[in-house]
């Protein structure tokens, strides 16, 4: 006996059934475009370094022939090169390798990524967003996984609930001190990104106004106080609140 009336066993069930040994691969619908991009950007490396060392043509005058065995050598420590008049300069052989077409391709291919993975270039690139941009701005651009990431939310928090609430009837039937049972359980998720406070004070000043938050939240919101020390500041704005009107 547990002292809890259900199993403590919470799965968090997705997309496969139970009939599968192996579950959902988040990696597996990109890992043949992931590969694609490696293939891509090795050989068009391969292409880079054979280019950092191009070939030298010269003329003719510069080279000379082994008498005895016919053999044309080149010395490539002459500092200067004699030419004829009328003579060909001596210049790089070099290929275009058409290296455009090879990024743009990768290009194309991580777009694909970004679609079939619920992500943005916002999420990998940040920096290329800037500083000033506000945080509606960068939600809007991080829609596509933060709805990735609330789906997850709704498989998880159900039985995150039900695994809180078990522990705190656990700690009653085994007399932990201070133990109370939990029945009424809420949960906030954060999205991880950074808050734009002047945006938020903006926000939540309008809705106060409006009578559609208390200080308290408000203040919770705000600057993330807890406890005693929301209460204690809570109080205090309504004094402060009460004392400017009463002026």
């Given at each position: ?156 928090d159900p039985q995150l609930k039900k695994a809180i609430r078990a522990i705190s009837y656990l700690d009653v039937a085994h ?73």
């Open positions: 006996a547990t002292g809890f009336d259900e199993p403590l066993v919470f799965p968090v069930h997705n997309v496969q059934t139970s009939e599968d040994t192996e579950r959902c691969d988040d990696y597996h619908d990109i890992d043949q475009l992931l590969k694609r991009v490696e293939s891509t950007l090795t050989r068009t490396g391969r292409v880079l370094d054979i280019h950092s060392e191009p070939t030298l043509g010269i003329p003719e005058t510069v080279l000379s022939k082994n008498p005895n065995t016919g053999e044309i050598t080149y010395n490539p420590k002459l500092k200067i090169i004699p030419l004829e008049e009328g003579g060909q300069m001596p210049q790089y052989v070099t290929w275009d390798g058409q290296l455009v077409a090879a990024f743009n391709l990768v290009n194309l291919i991580m777009d694909q990524f970004y679609a079939l993975s619920e992500t943005c270039k916002t999420a990998f690139e940040p920096d290329k967003v800037g500083n000033q941009i506000s945080g509606t701005a960068l939600r809007m651009l991080m829609s596509s996984p933060l709805k990735k990431v609330k789906r997850l939310k709704t498989q998880y007399s932990v001190q201070g133990a109370v049972k939990l029945d009424s359980i809420s949960t906030t998720w954060q999205d991880g990104l950074p808050k734009d406070f002047t945006e938020e004070c903006k926000n939540y000043v309008s809705l106060k106004m409006a009578g559609l938050v208390t200080t308290r939240r408000a203040t919770e919101a705000l600057f993330g106080l807890e406890g005693d020390e929301l209460e204690a500041e809570a109080g205090n704005l309504d004094e402060q609140n009460v004392a400017e009107g009463g002026m």
